[in-house]
């Protein structure tokens, strides 16, 4: 069994968020991440927070957390959680 993706993603600060992006999203896009979200019973802007994190730092985790034997199953695909 895979780990949760927040699992390996135990060490990212967590501090207040305090910076803003302004984002454009097709409108597909947009019905994407949010049915995403609903899925997860996330706010969008979540979402898009949790994407990102999983995108920049959950395979660098993930295999420092597997090295240390606290992530079983990991893939090697080098490309993080899909």
Known sequence: MR???EACM???ESSKRTE???LRLTERELL???RLAA???R???EQIVRMLRLSMY???NC???ALQGDCEGLQGSGRGWR
């Open 58 to 60: 959950g395979t660098l």
């Open 39 to 41: 899925i997860d019973e």
């Open 63 to 65: 295999r420092a957390a």
């Open 20 to 22: 803003e992006v302004k």
């Open 43 to 45: 706010a969008v802007a």
């Open 10 to 12: 135990g060490c990212i």
């Open 32 to 34: 994407d991440i949010s």
């Open 3 to 5: 780990p949760t993706p």
